[in-house]
Structure formats: C-alpha cells, structure tokens
C-alpha cells in the first residue's frame, strides 16, 4: 500500500519542487511527505535542482558552439615550438656546462705537468673560507689550495643577481692585491668557479671578492690550522 | 612532480579532447565572441601546459583545474579589453556578468542540452514558458500525467547530469 501510494506522489514531486502544483494536491502531497522520509528526502532534491533553473537561459539549450578544428592544431603547434625552444635552450646551457668541464680538465692536465716538474706546493693545507658579514641569501665561499703557480681558488657564490660579475683578488702581504680573475654569477642558481692568482697562500693576507658594486674581504689564517676567518665588508669605492 | 601531471604535448592533447569543447562553450557563453573565446581557450591551454607539473590529480579534477585556468584568462582579457575603450563597441556588447554566475549558468544549460529532448521540452514549456500542463500535454498529445512525470524525471536527469559533470552545491 505504502510504495504504491509513493509511485502515485513521486511522479508529482517534480511539478511540486517547480510550484505548478494547484492548493489541493498541494496539500495532498504535504500530507503525504510529512509521513514518508524517503518521499521528502527525494523532494529535496528535486527543489534543489529547481532553485537553479531561474540561472540558465532557455535560449541556450540549443547545441553549444564547437571549437574550430584549426583551434587544437594552433596550440598543439605553440606548445610544440615551446618545447623545441626549451630544448635548445637546454641544450646550449648543457654545452656550456660541458665547455667548461672540457677547460678545466685541460687546465688540471697542464697543472699535472707543472706540479710534476716543479715538485709541488708549498704543502700547507688547503682553507676552507665562507664569508660572513653579508647580506641576507647571500653565501660566498672559497676553498684555497697552495699550487706551484701560487693559488687555486674555488669559488661558491649564491644569492646575488644573475649575471653581476664577480672579481676575486687575493692581497698579498705588501696589500696588493692580485688578480685571481673574474667570473659572472648566472642563472640565479648556485654558481661555482675554478679561478687561479700567482700569490703563494703562505704569503696571502686576505681574499677579496667585488660582486657587482659591493666588496667583501675574508682574512685569511696565517696559521692554517684554523681556519675560520672573519670576514668584513669594505666601504664601496 | 605528482603523478598524472600534464607535462607531455600528448597529455596536453588528451586534456584538450575531453574539455575543449566545454571550454570554448562556455568562452562563448561568457565572453561572447567566438574570436575572443578562441584566444581564451587557447591561452587555456598554454598556461595549463607551462604549469603542467603543478597539476595534481589527487587536490581536483583536470576539468575543475583548466576552469580555474580560464576564470583567470577570462578575468585578464576584462581587463585588457577594459583598458581598449572601443575595441568592444561593434555588435553586441559582451556580458560583463561575474564569471562565477556566468558558469553557474552555463553549466545548467549543458546540462539541459544533455538530458533527453522529451525531458527538455516539458521543463522549457511548463517552467521557462510557464504554460498549463494540459495545454502542454495537448500539444503533445499525450495525457497530462505524462506531462507532470516527464517534469519530474527531467529532473532528476538534470541531477544527475549536474552531479557528473562536477556540479557541487
């Protein structure tokens, strides 16, 4: 009796959520809700629905425009052009890292040959060096190792600008300094330099890097052994 | 990267079969202008490929994501068409409806063309048209009780459409 008296209500429910119902079976269909969850919970529902129907446009409903064909074909051919220029792109830095590569083993080869013939540095070990006093995100560090031809310098520089060139001397005991040579912070990643100075470490005071516009100076240890330097900012000149 | 980011030309490809049409629909709706719309979907596209490993299946659909990817390029071609006086002027003004109402709309009008055309025609008849159900069902020839039970499971249809395509309220 019960689900036949649902079926009979059911098929009202929708013109009831829509309001098309006269005040009669209105109240009919009240009656019949208040007893039945099942029935109220599907009237719910249904005025749910119908709450959204005032937001559409009727003169909508017919079929939806369609991209033109052309349309997929013109992104598929930007995002292909895209890619191509992205894979040149890192193709010419995977170059240049290689080039680079390529160097310094060039360069180690003849050092090899030196070191051979000229029978070695000064056999002081090699010094770490960070910078301390910069500016925020900024690291600088250098490892220092004795070489016949004076010092090999690596360079580890983080933080600054892309593309500031860095000039890095090392002071010697006179307070000249001499030139280790210069390299440019690129990409905004870390960056790494092998640079050389024709100064014995044994004889170095300070280790100086001009990064763009500023100046850094890191004394360096006379005793090797310890090697934590105290680093300070010069005026900018 | 999560898994099922939209990182390949072919996913990209994929992504723009399934929702393009839907896009492009709802530019029109939106924006329009077929043109523009083009541009948007297109502009659609390329932000959701250059941000593709940013896609992550398990915070959301690829649907929900390329429409959030649209609100944005919708929004900026209002602005840029706001700082061209003139460029609007021919034809029909574009709406300048908020794009949450105006997805809100289009999203129930698909669903309309996508229940069954019996369904439609009584809820645009009775509702839209607000004319009587014996009227209706006379012009249909069929009794008026067809009449009231096709309302109701187009209903119900537009529900359950509603629920597939995403549509949360």
């Known amino acids: 009796m019960k689900t036949e008296d649902c079926r009979h209500w059911k098929e009202a429910l929708g013109a009831y959520a829509l309001g098309h119902l006269s005040r009669e079976e209105r109240a009919g269909i009240e009656a019949h809700l208040e007893g039945c969850a099942a029935c109220r919970a599907e009237a719910d529902s249904l005025m749910s629905v119908a709450r959204l129907l005032p937001h559409a446009d009727p003169a909508q409903f017919g079929p939806a425009p369609q991209p033109p064909p052309e349309l997929g074909k013109r992104i598929a051919a930007t995002i292909g052009s895209e890619r191509r220029a992205q894979r040149r792109q890192r193709r010419w830095r995977f170059g240049l890292g290689f080039g680079g590569a390529a160097a310094a083993a060039a360069a180690a080869a003849v050092l090899a040959i030196i070191v051979l013939g000229g029978g070695g540095g000064s056999g002081e070990p090699e010094q770490h060096i960070a910078f301390n006093a910069l500016p925020k995100g900024v690291k600088i560090g250098a490892t220092l190792k004795p070489q016949a031809f004076g010092t090999e310098i690596d360079m580890y520089v983080k933080g600054i600008r892309s593309g500031t060139l860095c000039r890095v001397y090392m002071r010697g005991p006179d307070g000249r300094d001499v030139s280790a040579g210069t390299f440019r912070y690129r990409w905004g990643g870390d960056s790494a330099a092998t640079l050389s100075a024709a100064l014995d470490l044994s004889r170095a005071e300070a280790l100086v890097v001009h990064a763009g516009q500023r100046t850094f100076v890191a004394p360096l240890d006379r005793d090797a052994t310890t090697n934590n330097s105290s680093p300070q900012e010069e005026e900018t000149t | ?169």
């Open chain 2, 1 to 169: 990267m999560p898994p099922g980011a939209l990182t390949d030309e072919r996913d990209v490809r994929e992504a723009y079969a399934a929702h393009a049409p839907e896009l492009y629909g709802f530019a029109v709706r939106s924006l329009g202008d077929s043109g523009l719309a083009e541009e948007a979907v297109q502009e659609t596209f390329l932000r959701a490929w250059r941000a593709g490993e940013r896609f992550d299946p398990q915070i959301g659909s690829l649907r929900t994501w390329l429409f959030a990817i649209l609100r944005n390029v919708v929004i900026d071609l209002g602005r840029a068409r706001a700082a061209r006086p003139g460029v609007a002027e021919k034809g029909i003004e574009p709406t300048v409806e908020p794009f949450d109402e105006a997805l809100l709309s289009w999203q129930i009008e698909e669903a309309m063309r996508r229940i069954g055309e019996q369904h439609r025609q009584v809820l645009v008849e009775t509702y839209y048209r607000g004319r009587p159900y014996a009227e209706v069902a006379e012009e249909l020839g069929v009794p008026e009780g067809t009449v009231k039970s096709r309302v109701y499971y187009g209903l119900r249809a537009l529900r359950v459409v509603l629920e597939e395509m995403g549509y949360e309220d």
